[in-house]
């Protein structure tokens, strides 16, 4: 089934997904004329390629994403450091369940791509089962690991052929997501399948 991705300030940018991949890219009004029967998904913001973040052993390996169950004793927000160190010796079975949340909170900033060494099997897994993508990390990291790294890397631009994989940002303008930051995402595509969709 054909589904056209279109956002509010980028319609010149809509992408037709078919399956898992990219059928075609180009304006909002040419794709529907062409595929009258694709079902079609409006977004506000702008449609983008998605984000590399290149913290992937920072932020799943060595940072603890608290279950919700969690949150009277732990907070809600993610744990690095020793306490996570210390957590993750108490009781290695946490690894797997903290790197899915934290795939979690990495799509939920339009993540579609990770890069680093990732070392630890269920993390490997968790990242391999979302359908995140593995890029190269960059010679100079940017700065602390973060969800929203300053500065953003967004990929290189969608092609028909490519693996349906996107992000979309309630922003008016690239400008915009630079100055606010990935927070603003509104949804993540993988593989065709929208895995995150803001509330």
């Excluded at 399956?19 to 009004?29: E, F, K, M």
């Excluded at 004793?73 to 160190?85: D, H, Q, V």
């Excluded at 795939?103 to 579609?112: C, K, P």
């Amino acid at each position: 089934m054909l589904t056209l991705h279109v956002a509010e300030h980028s319609p010149e940018a809509a992408v037709l997904v078919d399956g898992a991949v990219v059928a075609a890219v180009g304006p909002y009004d040419e794709l529907t004329a062409a595929h009258p029967a694709a079902r079609v998904r409006r977004w506000p913001g702008i449609l983008t390629p998605g984000l590399l973040n290149p913290y992937g052993p920072e932020l799943l390996e060595a940072t603890y994403h608290p279950d919700p169950r969690e949150a009277d004793r732990l907070g809600t927000e993610p744990i690095g450091g020793e306490r996570a160190r210390a957590i993750f010796r108490a009781d290695p079975s946490r690894v797997g369940a903290s790197a899915r949340r934290g795939v979690q909170r990495l799509l939920a900033h339009g993540t579609v791509a990770v890069a680093g060494e990732l070392r630890a099997r269920p993390v490997i897994d968790a990242v391999r089962g979302a359908g995140l993508a593995v890029g190269q990390r960059p010679p100079r990291l940017p700065g602390p690991a973060s969800l929203s790294p300053t500065p953003l890397i967004l990929l290189p631009p969608l092609t028909p052929g490519a693996p349906a994989r996107f992000a979309v940002f309630a922003v008016p303008d690239r400008t915009e997501l630079v100055r606010r930051g990935a927070q603003t995402c509104v949804a993540t595509v993988l593989a065709g399948r929208l895995l995150y969709r803001a509330r």
